[in-house]
Structures are given as C-alpha cells and as structure tokens.
T-cell receptor, first 112, second 112 residues
C-alpha cells in the first residue's frame, strides 16, 4: 500500500494563477480531508468528504474548491492564488469516524 | 464556534524529564479526541480517546480523557531527544462525521 500520496511536493505560483493539488489513497477509505498548516496555527480544515460525490466545507474553505468523483482521489483546486494561501497543505484519509486518520506527505505552496 | 486549545504552546526539557501536555475543547457533539506527533513531515497518529476508552498507554506515552473537564492530557515519561516534535490534539464529532478540529499544537524540545 502506498497509503496517502500527494503531488506535487513543492509548488511556486504567481498571484492570480490557478492550480490543482492532487491527493490519492489506496486504502479504500471513505473519509478524506484537506488541511493547511501555518506556523503557530495547527492544522486547519479546508474541505472534507465522507464519500464519492459528497463534500463539505471546513473552517477555511474560501478560495478553494474540491470534488470527489472516486473513492481514491480528492483534488484541491486553488481558483486564483493569493499570497495568503502560502502554506503547507496536507491531505488525509480514514476509514470512518472512529478510526485513525492517515496523512499524506504534504505540499509546500508558495504564492508570490 | 468550536475551540480546541493546547497548552503550553512550547516546552523545553532535558532528557529524562517527564512532561504533561494539555488539550481542552469546547465543541458541540463531541465524539473523540485524537493525539498526533509531527516531526519534520506529516503528523503520525498516537492515540484516540472516546467515552468507551478514556485512557490509553503505549510505552512511555499515555493519555487520559476527562469528559467532565472537557480536556485531555498527554504524558511522556523519561523523555528522549527523539520525542522532540509538535504534538497536536484534534476533536471528532458525532455529527459532521468527516470533520476533525485541531488545536494549535505544542512544540516540545528535548535537550540531551
């Protein structure tokens, strides 16, 4: 099992550009989430999904879109990048609400 | 608004010391509290505590959930330099199944 994979590992964008952060898991987990991590702020939930076709907003959803067309994949789209979106992004998955959550290795995004 | 607060925000100790990290929460529909350790990269799971499992132990690490005080502690005995990390706690919900709310983390530094 590869677990949770994320691409790319690093990305630099200019303000206003769009891009998609990829996330995939091979554990057949129904629940997937996207977080951003900024210094001193822990992990903040952006969007999450409890199954294919079902997504919901977390604490900081503005400027980000998600979709879940398959169980395996949960891409995060930045519509028009802003410097405030400079952060480390983690994707995570778990089997259900009473199971541990597994994290991907993260994507470090810089917006200039 | 749901809140998860960790204290202290940072802690410096010497090898062999015992540390206690705190996590308090004010959330509706509490289901579980999770502890994670984050070294250079992605968080790794330590413990999950629920109403049916309020105390967990693994080696030198142990954790207790106090549902009356709405808090949890993570104890690390006989600390080692390898315990240096960010320790994160998160709360899961009875409703909003896919959602976890994280605290801001405690940075633990263990000096030789």
């Amino acid at each position: 099992n590869a677990g949770v994979t994320q691409t790319p590992k690093f990305q630099v964008l200019k303000t206003g550009q769009s891009m998609t952060l990829q996330c995939a898991q091979d554990m057949n987990h129904e629940y997937m989430s996207w977080y951003r991590q900024d210094p001193g702020m822990g992990l903040r939930l952006i969007h999450y999904s409890v199954g294919a076709g079902i997504t919901d907003q977390g604490e900081v959803p503005n400027g980000y879109n998600v979709s879940r067309s398959t169980t395996e994949d949960f891409p995060l789209r930045l519509l028009s990048a802003a410097p405030s979106q400079t952060s480390v992004y983690f994707c995570a998955s778990r089997e259900g609400p009473v199971y541990e959550q597994y994290f991907g290795p993260g994507t470090r995004l810089t917006v200039t | 608004e749901d809140k998860v607060v960790q204290s202290p925000l940072s802690l410096v100790v010497h090898e062999g010391d015992t540390v206690t990290l705190n996590c308090s929460y004010e959330v509706t529909n509490f289901r579980s509290l999770l502890w994670y350790k984050q070294e250079k990269k992605a968080p790794t799971f330590l413990f999950m505590l629920t109403s049916s499992g309020i105390e967990k132990k693994s080696g030198r690490l142990s954790s207790i959930l106090d549902k009356k005080e709405l808090s949890s502690i993570l104890n690390i005995t006989a600390t080692q330099t390898g315990d240096s990390a960010i320790y994160l706690c998160a709360v899961g919900y009875i409703t909003s199944y896919g959602k976890l709310t994280f605290g801001q983390g405690t940075i633990l530094t263990v000096h030789p």
